[in-house]
């Protein structure tokens, strides 16, 4: 286990605490069914969690926590539940900013926001500002985001780039296509609460090597104790990036 400092990042030595948790906050509306309450009920609740979260990650050392609160495909929803969803985000974001500011916490939302209400946009605006130079966990909302909108709004970039001749169709690898998107961080663990094995159109690219962590646990019920057992569960695991085993633990030595 000695150090050489000219030793690499060795695959498995990050796997103390995972750099980057993304989190696919699912469940808000069968919370509010089983409870015999309309699904915003649902919503308000999960603000709690939200909240949680981010003090558990803060207090853990998280890089960056990324949360997917409204997907490109959402706006598919009821009218009244769509507009509910906007009235909590403006709501939750005039409340929090103060304590996001006072936690050393910078904040920042992806995913196109053209389409949400101006105060909401405007309170975007102003917590992203207020945040800016703030140095601790790094914060991403993923809000009207899709992983094809992000690698699509990649290729625009690029495109204009190369329009602008700034770059060539040689200079286009996957670090440049990285350094285009909304999010530039690859993620090493992705939590899904609610049970659902899928992806929905969440972080596509930054997902690639990523470790997965399903919960059955609806989002208004998740907690400290489920975060945790999500870092058990990645600390568990060997990080190969396609090496094989062998290679992983000699590269450990
Ligand atoms: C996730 O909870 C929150 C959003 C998509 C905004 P859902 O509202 O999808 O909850 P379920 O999946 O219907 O239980
Ligand atoms: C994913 O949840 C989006 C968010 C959590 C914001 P959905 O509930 O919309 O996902 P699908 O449609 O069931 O896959
Ligand atoms: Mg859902």
């Given at each position: 286990?000695s ?23 699912d ?10 309450q309309i ?55 005039s409340?929090e ?12 939302v ?22 800016a ?16 909108w992000?690698?699509?709004s990649?290729a ?41 094995r ?30 945790q057992?999500?870092?058990?569960y ?20």
């Open positions: 286990m150090g050489n400092l000219n030793t690499p990042i060795r695959p498995g030595d990050e796997a103390r605490v995972p750099g980057h948790v993304a989190i696919i906050m469940g808000n509306g069968r919370w509010a069914r089983q409870r015999g699904r915003l009920a649902g919503h308000r609740a999960g603000v709690k969690s939200v909240r949680r979260a981010i003090e558990f990650a803060g207090r853990h050392g998280i890089g960056q926590l990324t949360l997917f609160a409204f997907s490109s495909e959402n706006w598919k929803r009821p009218e009244t539940e769509v507009s509910g969803l906007m009235e909590l985000f403006s709501w939750a974001l409340n900013t103060k304590h996001l500011a006072e936690n050393n916490i910078r904040f920042r992806v995913g196109d926001i053209s389409r949400f209400p101006e105060n909401v946009r405007s309170a975007i605006a102003e917590a992203e500002k207020a945040t130079g703030n140095t601790g966990l790094r914060l991403v909302i993923a809000a009207n985001y899709g992983g094809r992000d690698i699509a990649a625009r970039i690029l495109v204009r780039r190369a329009r602008a001749g700034e770059i060539s169709e040689d200079d286009v690898s996957e670090d440049l296509v990285t350094a285009s998107l909304a999010v530039t961080d690859d993620v090493d663990l992705l939590i899904r609460t609610g049970g659902e899928r992806i929905s159109n969440f972080l596509l690219w930054q997902l690639a090597y990523s470790e997965i962590y399903i919960s059955d646990v609806l989002w208004p019920d998740f907690d400290s104790k489920v975060f057992t999500a870092l058990d990645y600390r568990g695991r060997e990080r190969r990036f396609g090496r094989t085993s062998e290679q992983v633990q000699e590269r450990r030595l």
